[in-house]
């Protein structure tokens, strides 16, 4: 089991640890809810250290993340960040990830935990590239909420733009920054060498940053609608039946761009789906859904909103069904009232 | 932990309280809403059901999973908490007092002798 090189840290401000893809990591200090609302209205750091990233560079490097990528890295430039998908011959998501571009010919690319030896191997087999782990020198951390902004000015004094790259000198060590996350909130994110991370983490535990884990983590992505690869997204699923054709550019070849050229085409036989119960209960992965319009289909991930203190989940449902429908989810033999709703379900909609 | 002297304990890690005319009060364990966390609904019986002995009466839910509660003798439900309803997290805050669950009116004499006391409950959760 791999341990975070914060994990002493974590353990004296009281953390409960999960084997998360082999690593242990915290997964909740205090209370799940209370970090959750901490990000939600003013700021928390999680320690992310598990994630997969890798450097990536030489003259190969842009032809294989557009050969390899359903997203298109000349969409973006050097300084910025893009959300993008691998995809195996059939359109099946292989990995999501997200993409930091340095300077012209080198990037970091960021899988997810699981994937990071398989994603990294795939870069490597293309010409012209080097890749260079970074998952097992550095430390990641991701500071998330609506104040998030301010404490990277007041604590580091540089922040990075929304999906930019940035980097700052910090107590002697170097921090290599991206406008990103997954909660949905404001914030970044923060790699840097574990020294540097140790007292960077000391120095937000004191301006009143709350420790946040993997626990809330998972609520606040899900309340704001972003897929989990291994939950919503596999080998199985295609990017267009996700909701994440955002991510996905048809104009440039890629691997996999056949199915999702016929996708769009033809349409999709199912679509992931948000849900929002109006009766009291909570949506698992597993669990049954109809929609009243005829469809049927099974939640991927669901949980309570702690915001709106209502189930929600998401859903693959088949035939794809309109915003507003009337759905139900069993929940243990019960049928429980809901209805389609897009994601974030926290935000106010009028 | 908190593992109270005056109740009975289960190996399931709900407590049980004996009140006067063979009624008894049921909630479940500090270990037990320690290890669910935070518990975001409970749901509850209705008044009046007949329960049998091990029928499933209680499901709370928390961000983490879904924990059942068991009935530990055949009755019938005589009160719920329904301030737990309204309030799940009293069962984090307090699960032996402003958490506890259901009463029931107990079919029969109450036999303590497989239930739990508070030191066996307490090495069974060390």
């Known amino acids: ?350 | 932990m908190q593992v109270p002297e005056h109740l009975h304990y289960t190996e399931e890690h709900e407590w049980i309280e004996q009140l006067e005319d063979s009624r008894i009060r049921i909630g479940i364990t500090d270990y037990a809403q320690d290890q669910l966390g935070d518990v975001v609904y409970v749901e509850l019986p209705e008044v009046d059901t007949e329960v049998a002995k091990e029928d499933l009466i209680v499901e709370i839910e928390s961000t983490k999973s879904v924990g059942e509660v068991y009935a530990p003798f055949a009755g019938k439900i005589v009160a719920v908490n329904d301030a737990v309803a309204e309030s799940p997290e009293l069962v984090n805050s307090s699960p032996y007092d402003e958490g506890w669950l259901a009463m029931i009116e107990v079919e029969g004499e109450i036999d303590t002798s497989d239930l739990l006391d508070a030191g066996g409950y307490g090495n069974l959760t060390e």
């Not at chain 1, 999680?46 to 993340?65: I, K, M, N, P, Q």
């Not at chain 1, 939950?231 to 909701?243: K, Q, R, S, V, W």
């Not at chain 1, 088949?318 to 809901?338: A, H, I, M, Q």
């Open chain 1, 1 to 350: 089991m791999n341990r975070s090189p914060l994990h002493q840290t974590h353990e004296s401000l009281g953390a409960r640890f999960v084997d998360f893809g082999g690593w242990e990591m915290p997964v909740q200090y205090d209370s799940v809810l209370a970090e959750h609302k901490a990000v939600r209205t003013s700021s928390g750091f999680f320690d992310v250290t598990h994630l997969g990233r890798f450097e990536l560079s030489g003259t190969g490097a842009v032809s294989a993340l557009r050969h390899l990528l359903c997203n298109d890295i000349d969409r973006i430039e050097p300084g910025r960040c893009q959300y993008t998908m691998i995809l195996n011959e059939n359109g099946g998501i292989i990995d999501d990830m997200i993409v930091w571009w340095w300077d012209s010919e080198t990037f970091w690319v960021l899988p997810n935990a699981a994937n990071q030896d398989r994603v990294m191997a795939m870069f490597a087999d293309q010409p012209g590239c080097d890749v260079q782990d970074l998952q097992m020198r550095t430390v990641m951390i991701a500071l998330q909420g609506p104040q998030a902004p301010d404490v990277f000015e007041s604590v580091i004094g540089a922040k990075p733009g929304r999906f930019r790259t940035a980097t700052a000198e910090y107590e002697g060590g170097v921090l290599s920054m991206a406008g990103t996350g997954y909660t949905g909130e404001a914030g970044g994110e923060i790699c840097t060498d574990p020294d540097t991370g140790r007292r960077l983490l000391q120095a937000l535990v004191r301006e009143g940053v709350t420790p946040c884990g993997l626990g809330a983590r998972d609520t606040l992505r899900l309340e704001s609608g972003l897929t989990l690869w291994g939950n919503d997204i596999d080998e199985t699923t295609t990017p267009l039946e996700a909701g994440l054709g955002f991510a996905v550019s048809l104009d440039h070849d890629f691997i996999g761009r056949d199915r999702l050229v016929a996708q769009s085409e033809h349409g999709v036989e199912r679509k992931l789906t948000g849900l929002v119960l109006s009766g009291r209960g909570i949506p698992r992965s597993g669990y049954d859904v109809r929609s009243d319009d005829g469809g049927v289909g099974t939640v991927t991930s669901g949980n309570l909103s702690p915001i709106l203190e209502t189930g929600v989940g998401l859903a693959y449902i088949s035939p794809p069904t309109d915003l507003g429908t009337g759905v139900e989810v069993e929940v243990r033999g019960r049928w429980v009232r809901g209805t389609v709703e897009d994601p974030p379900f926290h935000k106010e909609r009028g």
